[in-house]
């Protein structure tokens, strides 16, 4: 074997074991790359259901407080009623056994607790891909329905701290209401209340690393609530924050 077939032979063998290392060193640095976050994929919408008026009238006939609040709901006008939402619910209805719930309920209003009663974790989370599920799509053809972009309401402050999970976050149901959607037009003053149902509470703000006195300094402010003020001159905290 003459000296240049030698050279050659050596050669690649050097090649092989840079090409082996650069090989070891880019599996080490994949393995070492934090893996990217599953994308909160929407659920399928609700399936509308054949008679959903007739089968949601027991609903109201117990629950007595929603019947006001009902009332020129959109979600009822487009003839989308309570089994839509929550489901046929046999087992609530006949009530076989106490205190049995429909079958979808994320969260439920404790009257004499003043406060939430989680039904599922990460409720916030799930109620937002649920009313997303129709409202986070692109509307069907004719379809005529308010919609946001799934994606930006992710990154924004309020879904981001619901998609962690967080039972202080707000989500769909605490600013539109699941009952009476749209029943109570968004003005200026009743946005303020509803940001203010929040960011008002001073220990809640705290948890959340948050100013406590963001709505007193506001309303003190020229952006208040000012009877005396012209329209175009009054304001609201969404004309500024981006809520989704």
Not at 35 to 59: D, G, M, T, Y
Not at 67 to 80: R, T, Y
Not at 163 to 169: E, L, N, W
């Amino acid at each position: 074997m003459n000296r240049t077939v030698l050279r050659v032979i050596a050669g690649l063998i050097v090649c092989s074991s840079v090409l082996a290392g650069l090989a070891a060193r880019s599996l080490s640095a994949d393995k070492s790359k934090p893996k990217a976050k599953a994308a909160l994929k929407l659920p399928k919408p609700p399936v509308r259901i054949a008679n959903a008026a007739a089968q949601s009238r027991a609903c109201v006939e117990c629950h007595e407080e929603i019947d006001d609040l009902l009332k020129g709901d959109k979600h009822i006008a487009g003839d989308f009623h309570c089994v839509v939402c929550h489901g046929p619910s046999k087992g609530h209805l006949e009530m076989e056994e106490e205190g049995t719930l429909p079958d979808r309920v994320w969260r439920r209003w404790i009257e004499e607790k003043n406060g939430f009663q989680w039904r599922m974790k990460n409720a916030s989370l799930e109620i937002a891909r649920f009313c997303a599920s129709c409202h986070g799509r692109k509307p069907a053809q004719g379809e005529k329905i308010k919609t946001i972009d799934w994606e930006d309401y992710l990154k924004t402050e309020h879904g981001r701290a619901v998609a962690k999970g967080s039972r202080d976050a707000p989500t769909c149901t605490d600013c539109h209401y699941a009952h009476g959607v749209g029943s109570e037009p968004l003005t200026d003053k009743t946005i303020v209340q509803r940001c203010s149902s929040c960011h008002a509470d001073k220990q809640m703000m705290k948890r959340a690393g948050r100013d406590p006195n963001v709505i007193r300094d506001f309303k003190a402010g020229t952006h208040a609530e000012m009877e005396s003020a012209p329209p175009t001159l009054r304001s609201s905290c969404i004309k500024c924050h981006k809520p989704h």
